[in-house]
């Protein structure tokens, strides 16, 4: 029975230049990123518009003015800055699913909740960990909305004449860097899937039903 991907096809990661929105909250969870009236459907497209729905919109639905991501240039942002401990909360995958269809593939933060963070890399999204100390360096440049540049194969951000190295993990990084999901890590192995499914067939025929 050979494998087949019914999922979107997760992109590749590489490098990418965007000037950052900053988003200077603590703790924010996954319901304050896509809430929970949103979680009805399995696609992952059409989220992007209720990304940070309470905080982007008034209680009519029109665009609160002064939040950054309703706004230019931040609307158009590939990056986010955040504050510590994002993606807390619960572990909807729906909420690396909604930063993506917004356009945002890079978060940058002190900390992450550990399920919102192994959930980034599934969905091509790079999830970097940095000090605060370095979050608020970056923080002036969506400030004076300049961009930044973040070369995942060097592991560092650009930034003026500056830059910064973070960490990654070598296999999340090999899997951004290739876009390799869950499924595409499975088709990789699909040979020996069908040759053991073959085995298994002709020494158990009686566990199959057709």
């Not at 003015?65 to 572990?91: M, R, T, V, W, Y």
Request: a negative charge.
């Amino acid at each position: 029975m050979m494998l087949e991907s019914t999922k979107i096809k997760m992109q590749k990661f590489n490098t990418l230049k965007s000037i950052p929105a900053y988003l200077p909250i603590v703790n924010i969870d996954t319901d304050m990123i896509i809430p929970k009236q949103f979680l009805k459907t399995i696609k992952r497209t059409g989220l992007g518009k209720n990304l940070f729905f309470e905080m982007r919109y008034d209680d009519d639905g029109n665009e609160i003015k002064d939040f950054s991501l309703n706004n230019e240039p931040f609307n158009n942002s590939k990056i986010l800055i955040a504050g510590n401990n994002f993606g807390c909360g619960s572990s909807r995958e729906h909420a690396p699913w909604a930063l993506l269809d917004f356009g945002i593939t890079c978060v940058i933060s002190s900390s992450y909740a550990d399920i919102f963070y192994s959930n980034c890399f599934k969905n091509g999204i790079l999830p970097i960990i940095l000090e605060e100390e370095k979050i608020k360096e970056l923080s002036e440049y969506s400030n004076r909305k300049e961009e930044i540049s973040v070369d995942l194969n060097e592991q560092k951000i650009v930034y003026g004449n500056s830059e910064t190295k973070f960490d990654i993990d070598p296999f999340k990084k090999k899997c951004l860097l290739e876009g390799l999901d869950d499924i595409a890590l499975s088709l990789e192995k699909s040979t020996q899937i069908d040759t053991y499914e073959k085995k298994l067939k002709e020494n158990k025929p009686w566990i199959f039903n057709d």
